[in-house]
C-alpha cells in the first residue's frame, strides 16, 4: 500500500539522502518528517503526504543527514550535517542555528548522536575527507578526533546503545572499518575480510551490550553480521545480497524478533528470520525508482509506516503488510 506521491517539483538531479520521522505521535498522518535533499531541508506536517523546503539558510544548502535527539519530545532537538557545518534547532525546527565545523570546510556525511544525550551532549559527525569530528555541548563546538584513523573518507557511523558505559563507536571508510572504545578519542582498524571494503552501512544491535551484535554492509560483497564486536564474521543472504547494501535497520525489539531491512541498488528486502531468507517489498515503487534513503522508526510488523526516498526527490510512505 502506498500514498500518493508528495507535492514536491523534483528535478531529475535531487537526491534524497536521508528521512527522519520525528516521535510524537501515533497518528502517521500527524507525524512530522524531515527529508535530507540535494536542494535543502524538507519538512512535511502530514506523515509525508505534502513538503515544504526550509526557510533560509538551510534552503541555500544541500543537506546530507538528519538526526534528533533521543529525548526530543523533551528538548525538541533536531541537527542536520551539510557542507561546512550543521543546522541546529532546539524547538522543533521552528528556528535553525548554523554552526561551522573547523576549516578548512568539511563536507559532512553522516551524524550520530548519544543515546545519554540529555547528560552528555554528545554528537558526531563524519566527513567526506576529514574524518570524525565530536562535539560534547550539544553541538555548539566541534574537534576533530581522528587519532589512529587511517582513512578519514568517512562513509557511515554506528554508535552503541550502551555508549554511555562503553564509549564504543563504529565507522565505516573507503579502505574498511574501525572502531574506538573511548568515545572517539582514539581508533583502531576493525580486521575484514579481503575484499569487503568499502564498508557503506552499519547497524548495531539494541541489545549490544549483551549480545555484541553488529551488521555492516558492502559495496559489492553483500551483508556480514559479527556475533563478537567486530572478531569474526559471517555473511548473511547468501548470493542473494552480493550487491551494495546502502542501508541496515534493525527491529526495534531486535533480537526477537530478529527482523533486518537493508536497502540495496534493487530495492528494499526484509528478513525475519536473521538472514537466512529474504522477501522483496514494495516491488511496484523499486521497478520504477532507486530507493536512495529509508526509514522505519518503529519497525516492520504489520500495519507500521515506513518511508522511501526516491532517486528525483520523492518520498513515499508505505505501509508493512
Known amino acids: 500500500m502506498t500514498t500518493p506521491s508528495p507535492t514536491i517539483d523534483s528535478p531529475d538531479e535531487e537526491y534524497v539522502f536521508s528521512i527522519v520521522a520525528l516521535p510524537g505521535t501515533v497518528q502517521s498522518s500527524a507525524r512530522i518528517c524531515y527529508a535530507a535533499r540535494t536542494s535543502g531541508l524538507y519538512r512535511s506536517d502530514d506523515g509525508g503526504s505534502s513538503w515544504k523546503i526550509e526557510a533560509t539558510p538551510i534552503s541555500s544548502r544541500g543537506v546530507t543527514s538528519i538526526i534528533f535527539s533521543p529525548d526530543f519530545e523533551k528538548d525538541h532537538s533536531i541537527f542536520t550535517g ?21 576549516s578548512p570546510p568539511p563536507t559532512i556525511t553522516t551524524l550520530i548522536i548519544s543515546p545519554n544525550f540529555v547528560q552528555d551532549g554528545v554528537l558526531l559527525a563524519g566527513t567526506l575527507e576529514d574524518g570524525v569530528f565530536c562535539s560534547s555541548d550539544r553541538g555548539g563546538h566541534w574537534s576533530a578526533w581522528n587519532f589512529g584513523l587511517l582513512d578519514l573518507s568517512i562513509l557511515c557511523m554506528a554508535i552503541s546503545p550502551n555508549f554511555s558505559d562503553d564509549e ?83 527491529s526495534p525489539g531486535f533480537s526477537d524478533p530478529p527482523e533486518i531491512l537493508v536497502l540495496t541498488n534493487n530495492g528494499v528486502l526484509i528478513s525475519r528470520d536473521f538472514g537466512k531468507s529474504w522477501t522483496v517489498r514494495w516491488g511496484e515503487i523499486t521497478a520504477n525508482h532507486q530507493v536512495t534513503a529509508v526509514t522505519a522508526p518503529d519497525g516492520f510488523d504489520s500495519g507500521k509506516k515506513v518511508w522511501l526516498g526516491l532517486a528525483g526527490g520523492d518520498i513515499r510512505q508505505v505501509t508493512v503488510s
Open 82 to 102: 551539510a557542507t561546512g557545518g550543521l543546522f541546529r534547532s532546539e524547538n522543533g525546527g521552528q528556528n535553525w542555528q548554523w554552526i561551522a565545523l573547523p
Open 168 to 250: 564504543t563507536i563504529y565507522v565505516g571508510t573507503e579502505s574498511g572499518m574501525f572502531r574506538s572504545t573511548n568515545g572517539g578519542r582514539a581508533w583502531r582498524e576493525v580486521d575484514l575480510p579481503i575484499g569487503f571494503e568499502p564498508v557503506i552501512s552499519l547497524a548495531i544491535s539494541p541489545r549490544y551490550a549483551f549480545d555484541h551484535a553488529l551488521f555492516i554492509g558492502t559495496e559489492s560483497q553483500g551483508l556480514l553480521y559479527s556475533p563478537d564486536d567486530g572478531h569474526s564474521w559471517q555473511r548473511l543472504g547468501g548470493k542473494g545480497l552480493t550487491g551494495p547494501i546502502n542501508s541496515i535497520l534493525l
